[in-house]
């Protein structure tokens, strides 16, 4: 109970009877629920997304083809591939779902007289909470009482640093008491709280589709054309050559079906699971698949500061006092610290001062030192226990009477026995002070504490004064905050994590803008990115409150790296997401608080807190970070990339293998028929989710390459020119050619030729099962080829892949049991091939490599035209003046 509460009659409370009618009109204080999607609409998705469709259609046209086999192997796919993507979503959902709760279960309230424990959900407007430092608001309150009291508001507003908070003000649910203790009247709950505001706003945001679907879209556009088209084009040439019209369309349909690369849709969920695994192990966990390859696409990176760039543990560094300066080498709230410097004892005295004006503390939990209350009262615990050496222990002043901080006064002051302890704000302490214990004036003491902010600290002054005996033992502020004698400075810092300088670089060695998005002061979070390394040059910090109204003019400010923006907003975060966006980047945006969820969801990818973060901002990210850590984001990023490069890598073997599958048809149809069909449907369908599936599946599993954060983002489409030239011009063609040798080789050695009757039966299977094993060791080469775009698989290592290696294992023993087991083979009408055929489908391994070798060798060689003009383009900086803030335009004035 606080000190004096009984006497007032504002925090009498409800009584029972008067709460419960009231919770019956205004209903449960908790957050709108946002209801989650049903599992079976998850589900659904999953088997109806734009890929999944065209595979819906073309098992149905396989069906009215008379091919039921085809249609319920693709059905399977579809289904099996469904099941997967949702299991993986849905165990990502419930990992997130473990993580802590927003809002306090239990608060304590006045009723009927008393304090009594209720269920949040039980409070209602006029009830009187009452709060003790820890503990969270409950609802939006008016503080009717409070002592020494502060709030913590970060998830709301980002502001880093508690607020202290009076009799009158407001403060808001979702928030906590950090010092002091505090009863307030409840005026709003549930749906009518500003948290509930913020997370409407989150609800309303809808995500942008990431690059990877829009890609996947594309892609299926063109195979849906490329199969239409080409089935149509063979339903032509079937009737000029006879066929009956029946036959003609059912043989299109079967030739439409067999072009869909139907092991290419579980080959890109298989690979974003993999890349998810790979994360979590990173310490980054994926709640949305898509999110994998995304990061590998991201241009711009908004972070957050507190506890993202910096270990969100203040610590006192420096400490000056009229005999010298003290330094202290430690790293957050560790024991272990390095002190140096002149007037050590003159510090000691200045701690255990500063303490006695302090109420955080710090506890020892296996072998570190845990804050307790506000951090930056704590680190003062922290280095007056440092300061008193490991053997001994500060003296713990107890204070007879407080007078908590307050905005006003920038101070708070504590008085033990006879004497004043007092610790504030410089410029609210220093003018107090008529002397120092020198004897000296107050302008040396000015100087160091330009001198200490320069280099990004917090300062601290610290005085004191004796006083007389109070009358009736009690003093008046008024009365005794004067004529202090001034006992020095402290120095207070934020650390900024230790792999954040090194992740910033990286980002930019990778082509990757950041930027810093935060709530906190300007100076302090300018002092942070300088640091870092994070402000770029020129510097430029934006405040929230001067934002230009010109969405072009703030959008060409924000299109840069190493710009801050201070002092913002959930509503300004969410306008500088979409703004860089419209710019065309792919923006990965962090955030903690419940201020940052519409901004989260806005972004390509929202990155929240697993430490720190709300459940907020974790249902609106599609990445959550368990270690809080900036480093995470970009180890994400060089995954998200080797996902994207994965990715080519399968779609051009998938690609490759089309061109051999369509190629006996292309030579039957320039006959006019007279060339018999060195494959069937269902030899196709055998290839494509048979063989060549497993390797596939291995290539999406590739590590990150050495070179992955060593080149900017691609902006390329996944089937670009380049990947098409290699499927399509040289790697699909030489499959091709080896097929076909193969296939007419049995055939010529059975003594057929060239417009004569067709070989026997025995002749034709055999053929065809040559032309199988053919383009099955051609795609066994073409898997190690597609490794890599640049680098020969020998000097890779073969080995160095080890799911490959067991994938092709596998692959040629389905290729035994393809050509081997009668009732398959019979089903898929081949068998083995003979000698010849043999030798030239082997052949197919050389050939494959040397041509992939030699089409490396020639790439490389080509030089790099406009590379120059492109590093130039990329380095070039928009010119803006060199400015510290930035300030709009006065009104009236003209803007350059």
């Known amino acids: 109970m606080i000190p004096g509460a009984d006497a007032l009659p504002a925090t009498a409370g409800l009584s029972s009877e008067a709460a419960a009618l009231r919770l019956r009109q205004v209903g449960p204080n908790k957050l709108p629920q946002v209801l989650p999607v049903p599992r079976w609409r998850r589900l659904l998705a999953e088997l109806t997304h734009f890929f999944a469709v065209m595979l819906w259609v073309a098992s149905g046209l396989a069906f009215v083809a008379g091919m039921p086999q085809l249609g319920v192997a693709i059905i399977v796919v579809i289904v099996v591939n469904g099941l997967f993507a949702y299991a993986q979503q849905e165990r990502a959902q419930q990992a997130a779902a473990k993580l802590h709760e927003l809002l306090p279960a239990l608060v304590s309230v006045r009723r009927d007289g008393r304090i009594m424990k209720v269920h949040t959900t039980e409070l209602v407007p006029d009830d009187v909470a009452v709060l003790v430092a820890g503990d969270r608001v409950p609802a939006d309150l008016e503080l009717v009482i409070t002592a020494t009291c502060s709030v913590d508001e970060s998830m709301l507003t980002g502001e880093s640093e508690p607020v202290p908070k009076g009799e009158g003000e407001t403060v808001y649910g979702g928030t906590f008491l950090v010092n002091g203790q505090a009863e307030g009247v409840v005026l709003v709950t549930g749906a009518k709280t500003r948290l509930a505001e913020i997370a409407a706003l989150t609800g309303r945001v809808e995500a942008p589709p990431s690059p990877l679907a829009l890609e996947l879209r594309r892609i299926v556009r063109v195979i849906a054309a490329v199969a239409l088209g080409i089935g149509a084009l063979f339903f032509v040439l079937s009737l000029l050559v006879g066929i009956s019209w029946r036959d003609a369309f059912l043989f299109a349909i079967g030739v439409a079906v067999a072009l869909v690369p139907e092991g290419l849709l579980p080959t890109v969920t298989l690979s974003l699971a993999v890349g998810a695994q790979r994360m979590a192990g990173r310490n980054a966990l994926v709640r949305n698949l898509q999110a994998v390859e995304t990061l590998g696409s991201t241009t711009f990176i908004c972070t957050d500061k507190t506890g993202t760039l910096t270990q969100n543990r203040m610590n006192a560094v420096e400490v000056w006092t009229p005999s010298g300066m003290v330094i202290l080498d430690g790293q957050g709230y560790s024991p272990e610290a390095q002190v140096s410097g002149e007037g050590i004892e003159q510090a000691r005295h200045l701690s255990?001062?500063?303490?006695?004006?302090?109420?955080?503390?710090?506890v020892l939990h296996e072998g570190?030192?845990?804050a307790e209350g506000d951090p930056m009262e704590a680190a003062i615990d922290a280095l007056a226990k440092r300061l008193a050496g490991p053997e001994g222990h500060p003296e713990e002043p107890t204070p007879s009477q407080r007078f908590a901080f307050d905005p006003r006064r920038l101070r708070e002051s504590a008085v033990v026995g006879t004497t004043l302890y007092l610790k504030g704000a410089p410029e609210a302490v220093i003018p107090l002070c008529s002397r120092n214990r020198t004897g000296a004036g107050p302008d040396r003491a000015l100087e160091m504490v330009e001198e200490m902010a320069s280099h990004g600290l917090r300062v601290l002054a610290i005085a004191q004064r004796g006083l007389p005996e109070a009358a009736g033992g009690r003093y008046v502020l008024s009365e005794i905050e004067a004529g202090l004698e001034l006992l020095g400075l402290i120095g207070l810092h934020d650390p900024p994590r230790h792999e954040v300088s090194m992740a910033l670089a990286s980002a930019r060695e990778a082509g990757i803008k950041v930027a810093m998005v935060t709530g906190d002061h300007a100076f302090t979070a300018a002092a942070i990115a300088r640091e870092t390394g994070l402000m770029g040059t020129p510097e430029l910090v934006l405040l929230g409150t001067d934002l230009p109204d010109d969405d072009a003019v703030l959008a060409a400010l924000l299109d840069r790296d190493g710009?801050?923006?201070?002092?913002?907003?959930?509503?300004?975060?969410?306008?500088v997401a979409r703004l860089l966006q419209h710019r065309g980047h792919v923006l990965a945006m962090t955030g903690d608080g419940v201020n940052d969820g519409p901004a989260l969801q806005q972004a390509d990818i929202g990155v929240a807190m697993g430490l720190s973060g709300t459940d907020v901002a974790r249902e609106a990210a599609d990445l959550v970070l368990l270690d809080d850590d900036f480093a995470t984001i970009i180890a994400a990023v060089e995954q998200g990339r080797a996902t994207y490069a994965n990715i080519r890598r399968f779609l051009t073997y998938h690609l490759t293998d089309n061109v051999a599958e369509l190629t006996p048809f292309v030579f039957w149809a320039m006959s006019g028929g007279r060339f018999p069909l060195a494959l069937s449907v269902l030899q196709i369908l055998a290839?494509?989710?048979?063989?060549?599936?497993?390797?596939a599946l291995a290539l999406g599993s590739e590590a990150p390459s050495k070179g992955a954060l060593k080149r900017p983002p691609e902006r390329?489409?996944?089937?670009?020119?380049?990947?098409?030239?290699?499927?399509?011009?040289?790697?699909?063609?030489?499959?091709?050619?080896?097929?076909?040798?193969a296939y007419t080789a049995v055939l010529l050695g059975a003594g057929w030729h060239p417009g004569g009757a067709l070989p026997a039966a025995d002749v034709l299977v055999a053929g065809s099962g040559a032309a199988f094993t053919t383009v099955v060791l051609g795609q066994l080469a073409n898997a190690f080829a597609c490794r890599s775009a640049t680098t020969a698989p020998w000097r890779l290592g073969w080995f160095t892949?080890?799911?490959?290696?067991?994938?092709?294992?596998?692959?040629?023993?389905?290729?035994?049991?393809?050509?081997?087991?009668?009732?398959?083979?019979?089903?898929?009408g081949h068998a083995p091939p003979s000698p010849g055929g043999l030798v030239a489908a082997l052949a197919a391994i050389p050939a494959v490599l040397i041509a992939d070798w030699l089409y490396k060798v020639i790439r490389h060689r080509r030089p790099a035209a406009g590379q120059a003009s492109r590093s130039k383009a990329s380095d070039a900086r928009r010119p803006f003046p060199q400015v510290s803030v930035y300030k709009p335009p006065?009104?009236?004035?003209?803007?350059?």
């Open 716 to 741: 390329r489409h996944l089937m670009d020119r380049a990947l098409m030239f290699r499927v399509f011009g040289l790697l699909g063609p030489v499959e091709a050619l080896f097929e076909m040798t």
């Open 368 to 370: 570190q030192w845990i």
């Open 687 to 695: 290839l494509d989710i048979g063989t060549d599936l497993l390797p």
């Open 801 to 828: 892949n080890r799911l490959l290696v067991w994938a092709v294992l596998a692959e040629l023993g389905l290729l035994l049991v393809f050509l081997f087991v009668g009732p398959i083979a019979a089903l898929l």
């Open 563 to 575: 710009v801050v923006v201070s002092r913002v907003t959930p509503e300004q975060k969410l306008r």
């Open 352 to 362: 255990v001062a500063a303490l006695a004006a302090s109420q955080g503390r710090v």
């Open 890 to 896: 006065s009104r009236g004035s003209s803007h350059e």
